[in-house]
């Protein structure tokens, strides 16, 4: 069995890291062809993806050759990359001068991982909208892209 964590490293440092995501992959079949199962998990969404490797040649190449297979194929059911994704776009609106943005605006899993960002923050109550708790400052989502949040 492999493991592959992705670790998020606060100033750069080993100390206080934290994963945020692995990939398993297990060798399911023996001989100069392997094959293996993958799995993916996000430390907030769960299962994000698997797969099968099938008829992998052993110490053909380096063990990163066989992780980027297992997460494409985890991805996309191919070994090929999805295409690159779009910018998350959302509405920006405004009630009396405040700027905001509807949290249902917000396409995921860009809006699991922001609603978890401002899950202790204060929003606005905006009486106009079908949701009036279901919003968020404007400036929290752009800081929240920029990766200042």
Known sequence: MLSVKIELLPGGHDAGGKTIATARLGRIKNGPLCAYQVVLEDSVLGEVGGGKVGDYPRFATTIWDLVARAIAVSLTGNEE?????????????????????????????????????????TCPFVSEEPDPMGCAYWWDFDDFLSGRR
């Open 81 to 121: 990359l999805p295409p690159r994704p779009n910018v998350v776009s959302v509405q920006r609106r405004e009630s009396d001068g405040i700027p905001y943005v509807r949290i249902s605006d917000i396409p995921e899993p860009a809006k699991t991982f922001f609603t978890r960002n401002i899950a202790y923050s």
